[in-house]
């Protein structure tokens, strides 16, 4: 076999190795890409419900990755959830970068209400 034969088997071996590695490469960021937005749980205190808006105001803790400490006016994927919130309610639920919005939302803890509100 000729030096030069040698040289373009070794260049086309090489072509093709970088090839198939660009490809995985590829693969890789499509399926990163295709998952979508990492959720992140956002836990919270009620502080206001607005059906009229569709928001909830709720008071929180920083979120790492997403915001800090304070309260916020959010709006919720679910109207339907609305009607069961109440002010003082602690929450759980999902939300993704970039998004003010509130996914899942669960009711974590309901403060008892007190006698002295019953009897009025």
Same mark, same amino acid.
């Given at each position: ?15 093709? /190795?970088? /090839? /198939? ?14 998952? #979508? @937005?990492? @959720? ?10 607005? @059906? ?8 929180? #803790?920083?979120?790492? #990755? ?8 959010? @709006? ?11 002010? #003082? ?32």
């Amino acid at each position: 076999m000729t030096r030069m034969v040698r040289v373009a088997i070794r260049r086309a071996v090489n072509l093709i /190795a970088m /090839a /198939a590695l660009l490809n995985v490469s590829m693969i890789g960021l499509l399926t990163a890409q295709q998952r #979508g @937005p990492k @959720p992140i749980t956002f836990f919270g205190q009620v502080e206001g419900v607005s @059906p009229e808006e569709k928001m909830i105001s709720v008071k929180h #803790g920083k979120i790492s #990755g997403y915001m800090d400490s304070g309260t916020t006016l959010h @709006p919720v994927d679910q109207e339907s959830v609305l009607e069961r919130l109440r002010v #003082g309610d602690d929450i759980r639920a999902t939300v993704y970068a970039n998004d003010l919005t509130l996914h899942h939302i669960m009711i974590v803890y309901r403060p008892a209400v007190s006698s002295e509100r019953n009897s009025k």
